[in-house]
């Protein structure tokens, strides 16, 4: 079930311009004279500290004498200005403190003729409007609520405006700036509220809420969260959830409710009383439907289609049935990132591996210079061929670090070209980058570079993973685990490996140990003597050992008691096996004493 919402921001233009200007600062506070305190309790009685907001303890003006209230109220109003006690040290009251040095008298040390600074008057304290240049005329755009309330309104003639209201204050409106305000609303919206989000028009924007208002509690509390978000940023707004996003559109604009949460299935009944306008009508069909008499949308329902296309044109009936859910209007989704893409256009069709080669060459420096001006390196690229039938042939290459290295692409690519099936030719070729990352400027080689430096692998692995796959090229690294096959996973081929143990292991490792079979050993410290592996047979020459590793006894209570013994062997021949016994020989619960080869060494 789909759930559209439907972001309306009516006052967007004049409440980003609020929030542009600055708050006014506090007029400076002028001197007057001491007010006259109301007498404080000091009579410590037997606790020695004061009560009921009297004198800080050690106070540098606290007297040791029994000074009744009105005493000291005379010595604080004796005393300048810079020296008499704040509030918040005389009530011990949680407020700031004043400078005391502003705005002193001139007999206090205060500049002769000192101006006040004026009283800012608040914002909207007079009428505001925006305007905009139409033709040869200028029309407002937004008003602020004192010119709303003083009858201006978006769409009058700002001559006009300036006939009715004589200190209007008229700014010239900025509509790019309110795109890109309502741009960064929708990319805030995918990154902490729904994965789609799109703009609706240049007041608002639409919220795909299919599966995602149970995140933030239901629909009604989404809703409440939006509304709370756009308060503290200092914008008004409306926003409906319906089925379809063209109810919601409606809903949102014309509803008369901040919030509005619509049952499935009843899109019907909610347009019907709804004015025409809310159908995203064109200026010349909403005349046509003012002419006919058609005030709202539940006027349209009964009127067949033929007559309706004629009256008020084929869209009208198209938005009639978006907004009803009979024909489908998909939202187009705001991506937050533009991936890098070039295109090369040809003249004639290619087919040769030659000039595909070329194209690609081409088309490499051109994403190279892209990749520059915006910072980014590679991490993986695609290219796509279209051919003269219309079928496309794509080829993709990755990279283990972001790169933007021309020459490394081109050869990259030129290992994958045989994949490329021109047939009667291409006409056209697009590089595409869907994962990349930051890259800055770097240094250039010098000409005598430090021997401590490490040899970049980066361009070895690109090509080994070309010619063998991905999957083939890897690093391994150490995980946390005493058992030997769990100690060990595939990491990165560029990944540093670290954490290995001092003990020695073996160049391979099994998936899985082998037993063998027909083993001759000395209990319970000795290497086997003799073993058969694969059917074949083997006498060992030497052995080190034992190395003991206990089981994890908190992953499986099958490992509680789990003991293996390993040892390094080498048989006739000069091959080196690492085998373990299971059990430690002595106690039966460890193991039962069978011999399995686990790896080989060199």
Same mark, same amino acid.
């Given at each position: ?18 929030? &542009? ?43 040791? %004498? ?34 005391? *040095? ?47 309330? @003083? ?5 009058? =003639? ?26 960064? @609303? ?14 609706? +028009? ?59 949460? &619509? ?28 002419? *006919?008499?058609?005030?709202?949308? %539940? ?37 937050? *990132? ?75 690519? +030129? ?8 047939? &009667? %030719?291409?006409? =056209? ?151 373990f016994r299971r059990g430690d020989g002595v106690v039966p619960e460890t193991g039962d004493l ?9």
């Amino acid at each position: 079930m789909t759930r559209v919402a439907s972001l309306y921001l009516p006052q967007l233009a004049i409440e980003r311009l609020r929030r &542009l200007q600055r708050p006014a600062a506090p007029p400076e506070r002028a001197w007057s004279p001491a007010p006259i305190l109301p007498p404080i309790d000091d009579d410590p009685g037997a606790c020695s500290v004061p009560r009921g907001g009297g004198w800080r303890p050690g106070a540098r003006w606290a007297h040791d %004498g029994a000074a009744k209230g009105a005493d000291i109220e005379e010595q604080i109003a004796r005393l300048p200005a810079h020296q008499r006690p704040p509030m918040r040290v005389l009530g011990r009251r949680s407020e700031a403190a004043d400078p005391p *040095f502003r705005a002193m008298r001139p007999d206090e040390g205060g500049p002769a003729g000192a101006a006040r600074a004026p009283v800012a008057m608040p914002l909207w304290g007079h009428p505001t409007v925006l305007i905009e240049r139409v033709g040869q005329r200028e029309m407002v755009t937004a008003a602020c609520p004192v010119a709303l309330g @003083l009858g201006l309104a978006p769409g009058m =003639a700002a001559a006009h405006a300036r006939a009715l209201v004589g200190d209007l204050d008229i700014q010239d409106a900025d509509p790019l700036a309110d795109r890109e305000w309502l741009d960064r @609303l929708a990319l805030h919206a995918v990154a902490h509220w729904t994965p789609t989000a799109s703009l609706s +028009g240049s007041d608002g924007i639409w919220l795909d809420m299919t599966g995602a208002s149970h995140l933030f509690g239901g629909e009604a509390r989404f809703c409440h969260h939006v509304l709370r978000f756009l308060a503290r940023l200092g914008f008004s707004g409306a926003i409906a959830i319906a089925g379809t996003p063209g109810t919601a559109h409606a809903l949102a604009r014309y509803g008369g409710a901040p919030i509005t949460v &619509l049952p499935p299935s009843t899109e019907a009944s909610a347009l019907a009383q709804l004015p025409v306008a809310g159908l995203r009508l064109q200026p010349d069909a909403l005349a046509a439907a003012a002419r *006919f008499g058609l005030e709202r949308i %539940g006027d349209l329902y009964p009127m067949p289609r033929g007559p309706l296309a004629r009256r008020l044109g084929l869209a009208a009936v198209e938005r009639l049935d978006q907004a009803l859910g009979r024909a489908a209007e998909p939202i187009v989704a705001l991506i937050p *990132f533009e991936a890098p893409e070039v295109t090369r256009r040809l003249l004639e069709p290619i087919g040769t591996a030659e000039a595909i080669a070329r194209v690609i060459a081409d088309l490499v420096d051109d994403l190279v210079l892209v990749l520059q001006q915006r910072g980014l390196g590679v991490r993986s690229v695609v290219l796509t061929a279209v051919r003269v039938d219309g079928a496309d042939q794509r080829i993709a290459i990755g990279a283990s670090r972001a790169t933007r290295d021309a020459k490394h692409l081109v050869r990259m690519f +030129g290992l994958k070209l045989d994949r490329i099936d021109p047939g &009667l %030719g291409i006409e =056209a070729m697009h590089l595409t980058v869907p994962h990349s990352e930051p890259l800055g400027a770097r240094l250039g080689d010098t000409l005598l570079p430090e021997s401590g430096d490490a040899p970049d692998l980066a361009p070895a692995i690109d090509q080994l993973a070309g010619r063998a796959g991905e999957q083939a090229v890897f690093r391994l690294t150490l995980e946390q685990s005493d058992v030997p096959e769990r100690a060990v996973r595939r990491a990165g081929p560029l990944a540093a490996a670290s954490g290995w143990p001092a003990w020695k292991r073996p160049v391979r490792l099994l998936r899985r140990p082998e037993q063998l079979s027909h083993v001759v050993a000395l209990l319970p410290d000795h290497p086997p003597r003799r073993f058969t592996w694969r059917g074949k047979h083997y006498a060992v020459t030497a052995g080190d050992g034992p190395e003991r590793i206990h089981g994890e006894w908190w992953r499986t209570d099958r490992e509680l008691w789990a003991v293996r013994d390993y040892f390094r062997v080498e048989v006739e021949g000069g091959q080196r096996f690492w085998v373990f016994r299971r059990g430690d020989g002595v106690v039966p619960e460890t193991g039962d004493l069978s011999w399995y080869l686990h790896g080989f060494f060199g």
